[in-house]
């Protein structure tokens, strides 16, 4: 039973940055990729970043490029989202993922985390 559990999410002004973290447990995390996805109110879920098993490949939607970096630390089951220039519409629910390969993240994970909140105030 995966089990992923976000937190970090929160209220920030325009401009700000914040830190998203999500723990894993269940399964050998280190075998697995990871993505953070999001999802704002009337607005369907939308991939955000994925990060390989490894580390070496990450993946980032194109709303995010170079303001957002996913990263991972095998050794305490966490993965990052580094969130920087943060813009109001970035508000949303952010949602952990995992599955076994990058493709599989971006296209469809299979476990979820039950999400934290990021508001971003203009």
């Known amino acids: 039973q995966v089990q992923l559990v976000e937190s970090g999410g929160g209220l920030v002004q325009a401009g700000g940055s914040l830190r998203l973290s999500c723990v894993a447990s269940?399964?050998?995390?280190?075998?697995?990729?990871m993505g953070w996805f999001r999802q704002a109110p009337g607005k369907e879920r939308e991939f955000v970043a994925a990060?390989?098993?490894?580390?070496?490949?990450?993946y980032s939607g194109d709303s995010v490029k170079g303001r957002f970096t996913i990263s991972r630390a095998n050794a305490k089951n966490t993965v990052y989202l580094q969130m920087n220039s943060l813009k109001p519409e970035d508000t949303a629910v952010y949602y952990c993922?995992?599955?076994?390969?990058?493709?599989?993240?971006?296209?469809?994970?299979?476990?979820w985390g039950q999400g934290t909140q990021v508001t971003v105030s203009s």
């Open positions: 990060i390989s098993w490894s580390g070496i490949g990450t």
């Open positions: 993922a995992l599955d076994s390969s990058l493709s599989t993240v971006v296209g469809g994970p299979g476990y």
């Open positions: 269940g399964r050998t995390f280190s075998t697995y990729a």
